[in-house]
Structures are given as structure tokens and as C-alpha cells.
């Protein structure tokens, strides 16, 4: 029994070629996602370090990667060696024979040389990137090499190796999608979209949040999605307005919206989406009306994107639009500067209306520049997601509105003259979502 990488290796040769100026004379140090227990002899799942996978591809707990531009070996991999008993148990393992060959690394080593082989790799480099303070274990393993290799340096005037922080470079780098990463993006984005579908024709009076995540997951699963983006919110009525509403346990009520803010992972990059509709298929006046505003919303801001257009400018927008629609509803009194400017429409809209995407669902990648708000570039990827949220006991709220939350959320890549939406498979149109519905079984009784 053996395993193949997930995707071809060229496409980390690629990237490690590309990042390969930005890390000269120094060593890149990336360490594996540690594994977690839940229970007794049984371990959250494992998912790989973004950053670890994005330079190598490999998804093993217990490894270190060392990168070193220009120096031989340039590439070292430390993995966990194979072991015919942990592998009956847990299952295949690489080991350093397989990892080198399969991974195309320089070299490679059991994890437990990494201590003895790690100073000697830090000879020849004058810095070291490695990011401190995300696991205990590996900064000591990786302070003690530092301190190792300055004693072999004896009196030579060198002292410890300074540390950067590469979540930066790494984070820049992320943050334009290549056509690969293009390609993967469209595929989380369809197979979320195609979930959502499902929830849509399933949900029905009656039915829990929490069998609604089931349909949403075992979509992902059947299009071959090993796994989510982020744990799905399914949140019926007021739950909605607890932005990460997590749950997920409360009867779907008749006359009741419902919230479903859900994405797959497909080769480690996310979908993000979030609809919004009603548990009987059928829109009320009142959420019409909210519903009718946010919508209104998320496709100006669609059509705003394009290379050039500030990060914030979209932002900017959207509390514009959000606080007139406000104002319209009577949910807000007075005028839409002051209201603006006294952060006032925070009550109703309190989140970002964008975030980058990509393989973190809130994905790497500066949002400012120089002090300045970030201009959008062909290749970005990110979200668009008003919301409006009136909490149940507003006394202040016309009585209608009450515990409405409604969210409406697509991801797009930034082209030369737009965007392209990745998530349209799913309905957003008022006539669409009850079309859709209108095949609903019946209600649960
Ligand atoms: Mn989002």
C-alpha cells in the first residue's frame, strides 16, 4: 500500500523557484500542524499548516521543512520514519525514502535527526525565517539549533542568527492566485455552490439546523471534498445574528429565515458562501424587504470590482449603501453622514464586507500597503458579504424586523477588466430561491 502527493510536485518547485530571491542566504524553517487529541486514543482530524503545504505539499504531522536558496542541499525535508506497526495502526507513512523521491527533495531525514542535522544546515545561511510562537515544540527544537550552531561558530564574532517572522513574504505570495490555484478556487466555489443547492431543496418547517449541516457536508463529501473550509453556520431565525452562530442544534420554524454560511476545501483551497432564505420556500413581506436591501448591496459592490479599486473603497460602499437602506426601513433615524460618522449602523452592520480567500477561508495577504488601503490586482480572491442583522429584542426596531439576520455572500477572482464569481451555481434572486423551493418535500410533523 502507498499514497501519491495530492497535486503534481512542479507546482511547489514552482513556487519555492519563485520565493527563491526573497529567502537568498538565509534558511526557511516551516514546521507541520501538530495532531490534537479529542478523546481518549482518538485525534481531531489533520489538516497540513498552510504555509507547510503551500512550499512542499506534503501533509504529514511531525515534519520540518528546510528551504535554502543557492545552498546544497537546498531543499531538506526531517519526516516521520516508516514503522510497519504505527502504519497497521494509522496507515501509510512516506518515511524519508518515499518523501524524497515522491516530493523531489534535496534531502531528507527522520524527524528525530533534525536536531543533530539542523545546526549544521544553519552554517552557511546568515538569517533564519521561521514563525515563533505558533507551537511551543517546535520554537525549542528550533532555539536549540540557533544556540547550537552559534557554539559551533565559536569566538567568530557571528552571534545567534536573527528570526523573521515569513508569514509576510509567504502571505504576499498567496495572495495572487496562479491558474492552478485559479482552477482549484472555481471547484471549492462550485462544489459549495452545488451544497447549498441541497440545502435549499431539503430544508423544510421542521427540520434541525443540525440535519441541514448533514446535507451540506455530505454534498462535500460525495464531490470528493475531504474536508470544510471552516465549520459550517446553520443558523434558522434569530440565530442569525450571532455572526458565528456555532450551534447548529435548534428546529428550522415555519415562517423563520435561515442563514447557511458553508464552504469545501478542494486541494486545500476554500469556498465561502452564504444564502439566506425562507424554511417554507416562501419570503414574508418584512423579509422581502431586508432581504431586497442586502442583495441590492452585494451586487453594487460586485460590479465596483475591478484592478485599481481600493480594498476599502468597497467597504466604504457598503456602509454608504447599508446605512441609506437603514434609514429606509426606519431601523435608523436621521442623517446618513451623522450616522456614518457616530458608527451608529454598526447596531444593524458590524463585519467587514470582504475578506482575501484562498487556502485559510480568511486568507494571507496585507490588506494595507505603505499605510495605505491595498488596490485590486488580477488574480486577487476574496468575498463579498453584506449582512443586515436586527437583533430579536431591539425595542427600537419596527416590530416586523425583529431577530431578521440576513447575509448574502459570494467569492470572486479579480480579471483584467471585473471579476469572475466563482459561487453563482446557488441562486441569490428572490424568484429563484422559491422556485427552487417550491420542489421542497413537505413539512416534517
Ligand atoms: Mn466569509
Known amino acids: 500500500m502507498s499514497r501519491k502527493p495530492l497535486v503534481p510536485i512542479e507546482i511547489f518547485k514552482k513556487r519555492r523557484a519563485k520565493l527563491a530571491s526573497q529567502f537568498k542566504g538565509a534558511a526557511l524553517?516551516?514546521?507541520?500542524?501538530?495532531?490534537?487529541?479529542?478523546?481518549?486514543?482518538?485525534?481531531?482530524?489533520?489538516?497540513?499548516?498552510?504555509?507547510?503545504?503551500?512550499?512542499?505539499?506534503?501533509?504529514?504531522?511531525?515534519?520540518?521543512?528546510?528551504?535554502?536558496?543557492?545552498?546544497?542541499?537546498?531543499?531538506?525535508?526531517?519526516?516521520?520514519?516508516?514503522?510497519?506497526?504505527?502504519?497497521?495502526?494509522?496507515?501509510?507513512r512516506f518515511g524519508p525514502e518515499g518523501a524524497k523521491k515522491e516530493f523531489e527533495m534535496?534531502?531528507?531525514?527522520?524527524?528525530?535527526?533534525?536536531?543533530?542535522?539542523?545546526?549544521?544546515?544553519?552554517?552557511?545561511?546568515?538569517?533564519?525565517?521561521?514563525r515563533l510562537r505558533k507551537d511551543a515544540h517546535?520554537?525549542?527544537?528550533?532555539?536549540?539549533?540557533?544556540?547550537e550552531n552559534k557554539k559551533n561558530e565559536g569566538r567568530s564574532g557571528k552571534g545567534l542568527l536573527a528570526i523573521h517572522d515569513p508569514s509576510v513574504v509567504i502571505g504576499e505570495a498567496r495572495l495572487i492566485k496562479s491558474e492552478e490555484e485559479k482552477q482549484w478556487m472555481r471547484k471549492a466555489g462550485e462544489i459549495s455552490a452545488n451544497a447549498h443547492v441541497e440545502a435549499m431543496k431539503f430544508v423544510r418547517p421542521g427540520v434541525n439546523e443540525r440535519h441541514v449541516q448533514g446535507v451540506i457536508y455530505n454534498s462535500f463529501y460525495q464531490q470528493n471534498s475531504p474536508r470544510v473550509g471552516y465549520n459550517a453556520i446553520v443558523a434558522s431565525g434569530a440565530n442569525a445574528c450571532v455572526l458565528h452562530?456555532?450551534?447548529?442544534?435548534?428546529?428550522?420554524?415555519?415562517?423563520?429565515?435561515?442563514?447557511?454560511?458553508?464552504?469545501?476545501?478542494?486541494?486545500?483551497?476554500?469556498?465561502?458562501?452564504?444564502?439566506?432564505?425562507?424554511?417554507?420556500?416562501?419570503?414574508?413581506?418584512?423579509?422581502?424587504?431586508?432581504?431586497?436591501?442586502?442583495l441590492y448591496v452585494q451586487k453594487a459592490i460586485l460590479k465596483m470590482i475591478k484592478?485599481?479599486?481600493?480594498?476599502?473603497?468597497?467597504?466604504?460602499?457598503?456602509?454608504?449603501?447599508l446605512t441609506n437602506a437603514l434609514i429606509e426601513l426606519k431601523l435608523l433615524k436621521g442623517k446618513k453622514e451623522d450616522l456614518i460618522a457616530s458608527?451608529?449602523?454598526?447596531?444593524?452592520?458590524?463585519?467587514?464586507?470582504?475578506?482575501?480567500?484562498?487556502?485559510?477561508?480568511?486568507?494571507?495577504?496585507?490588506?494595507?500597503?505603505?499605510?495605505?488601503?491595498?488596490?485590486?490586482?488580477?488574480?486577487?480572491?476574496?468575498?463579498v458579504e453584506p449582512g443586515l442583522?436586527?437583533?430579536?429584542?431591539?425595542?427600537?426596531?419596527?416590530?416586523?424586523?425583529?431577530?431578521?439576520?440576513?447575509?448574502?455572500?459570494?467569492?470572486?477572482?479579480?480579471?483584467?477588466?471585473?471579476?469572475?464569481?466563482?459561487?453563482?451555481?446557488?441562486?441569490?434572486?428572490?424568484?429563484?430561491?422559491?422556485?427552487?423551493m417550491g420542489c421542497q418535500a413537505p413539512p416534517v410533523r
Not at 517546535?138 to 544556540?147: G, L, N, P, T
Not at 435561515?258 to 417554507?280: C, H, K, M, Q, W
Request: with cysteine; proline share 5%.
Open 29 to 92: 524553517i516551516l514546521t507541520a500542524n501538530p495532531e490534537f487529541e479529542r478523546n481518549h486514543d482518538a485525534g481531531y482530524e489533520y489538516r497540513q499548516d498552510t504555509n507547510f503545504f503551500y512550499m512542499t505539499g506534503f501533509e504529514e504531522p511531525e515534519s520540518v521543512f528546510v528551504f535554502r536558496p543557492g545552498c546544497k542541499p537546498e531543499t531538506t525535508l526531517f519526516v516521520r520514519k516508516r514503522d510497519p506497526l504505527r502504519e497497521t495502526w494509522d496507515g501509510f
Open 106 to 130: 534535496d534531502s531528507t531525514h527522520e524527524i528525530s535527526q533534525l536536531s543533530t542535522i539542523l545546526p549544521d544546515l544553519l552554517k552557511e545561511v546568515g538569517q533564519v525565517y521561521y
Open 138 to 147: 517546535w520554537d525549542q527544537e528550533i532555539m536549540k539549533a540557533i544556540e
Open 245 to 294: 452562530y456555532i450551534f447548529n442544534d435548534q428546529e428550522c420554524k415555519d415562517g423563520d429565515l435561515l442563514l447557511i454560511d458553508a464552504g469545501a476545501e478542494y486541494n486545500y483551497y476554500s469556498g465561502d458562501i452564504t444564502r439566506t432564505f425562507p424554511v417554507n420556500g416562501k419570503y414574508t413581506t418584512a423579509q422581502k424587504q431586508v432581504y431586497e436591501k442586502v
Open 307 to 321: 484592478p485599481g479599486v481600493l480594498f476599502e473603497e468597497l467597504q466604504n460602499t457598503t456602509i454608504d449603501m
Open 343 to 383: 458608527k451608529e449602523f454598526r447596531k444593524y452592520y458590524m463585519h467587514g464586507v470582504s475578506h482575501w480567500l484562498g487556502m485559510d477561508v480568511h486568507d494571507a495577504g496585507l490588506y494595507q500597503v505603505g499605510g495605505k488601503s491595498r488596490a485590486l490586482e488580477p488574480g486577487m480572491c476574496f468575498t
Open 389 to 436: 442583522y436586527i437583533p430579536a429584542d431591539d425595542a427600537t426596531a419596527p416590530k416586523e424586523f425583529r431577530g431578521i439576520g440576513i447575509r448574502i455572500e459570494d467569492d470572486i477572482i479579480v480579471t483584467e477588466d471585473g471579476c469572475e464569481i466563482l459561487t453563482s451555481k446557488v441562486p441569490k434572486e428572490i424568484n429563484e430561491i422559491e422556485a427552487l
